[in-house]
C-alpha cells in the first residue's frame, strides 16, 4: 500500500538539514528523491558518496548530531564498518551514503525510476523553518516600589570598640643600651689589703754542720 499524503512541513525542515550536514561535511554527488506516492516505509531517499570509510564514519556523527538536534528519532542505522554503505533510517527520511566503488554496484537511483527528483540546490537556499515558533511573551508594567523612609528616630547602633592593641617593646639602640649602662648604681670596690711588711731584721740562716 502506498502513501498517498504529502510529507510534513517538520520532514521537510528536517531534509533541509540533512543536506546541508552532508554538503558541510564534503559529501559528493547528493541526491534528494521524494518516493512519498511510492513507498509505504519513508518519504524522502537522500543519496551521497562518501570518499572513503573513514569519511563515512565522519558523516555518520554529523547526521547523528542534526537529526537528534531537530530531536527526530533514528529507528535504525546500519553501519558496518567495511561495506562501504552506512544506511540511517530516521523513518520519514531514509539516508544512503556509500563509498563510489560501492554506489556504482547497487543503483540505488535506477530503482526508483518513478519518483521525483528534488534540487539539492533548492534545499540548501531555501530557508530552514523554526521547530516551535513561540508565542511572544506580553510585557507586564513593572509595578513601582514606593520609595522606603528612613525613621530618623531610629539611633545607630554605636559602634563596637577596638580593644587597645598592645604594642611590643621596641628593640633599643646600642646607644640606649649604653645610657641605661650608666644609669646603673656602680658597684664598690672591694677594700684593699693593707700590705704586710717585711721585718728588717732576717734571721740569719742556719749553717750546716
Given at each position: ?57 565522519a558523516l555518520r556523527v554529523e547526521l547523528e548530531k542534526v537529526i537528534d538536534a531537530a530531536k527526530a528519532q533514528i529507528l535504525g542505522m546500519d553501519t558496518d564498518q ?128
Amino acid at each position: 500500500m502506498t502513501q498517498s499524503t504529502s510529507p510534513q512541513p517538520a520532514t521537510t525542515n528536517l531534509l533541509k538539514l540533512i543536506c546541508r550536514a552532508l554538503d558541510d561535511k564534503k559529501a559528493e554527488d547528493v541526491r534528494v528523491l521524494d518516493v512519498h506516492k511510492q513507498s509505504s516505509i519513508t518519504d524522502y531517499l537522500v543519496l551521497a558518496t562518501g570518499t572513503s570509510d573513514p569519511h563515512l564514519r565522519a558523516l555518520r556523527v554529523e547526521l547523528e548530531k542534526v537529526i537528534d538536534a531537530a530531536k527526530a528519532q533514528i529507528l535504525g542505522m546500519d553501519t558496518d564498518q567495511g561495506s562501504g554503505w552506512l544506511v540511517i533510517d530516521a523513518f520519514d527520511i531514509m539516508v544512503h551514503v556509500f563509498t563510489p566503488t560501492t554506489r556504482k554496484l547497487y543503483r540505488l537511483e535506477t530503482l526508483w525510476k518513478d519518483a521525483t527528483e528534488i534540487t539539492v540546490a533548492d534545499l540548501l537556499a531555501d530557508k530552514i523553518a523554526p521547530a516551535a515558533p513561540k508565542a511572544a511573551p506580553t510585557k507586564k508594567a513593572a509595578a513601582k516600589k514606593a520609595p522606603v523612609k528612613k525613621s530618623a528616630a531610629k539611633a545607630k547602633a554605636p559602634a563596637a570598640k577596638k580593644a587597645p592593641v598592645k604594642k611590643a617593646p621596641a628593640a633599643k639602640s646600642p646607644a640606649a643600651k649604653k645610657a641605661v649602662a650608666k644609669k646603673a648604681p656602680a658597684k664598690k670596690a672591694a677594700p684593699k689589703k693593707a700590705p704586710v711588711k717585711k721585718s728588717a731584721v732576717k734571721t740569719p740562716a742556719r749553717k750546716k754542720k
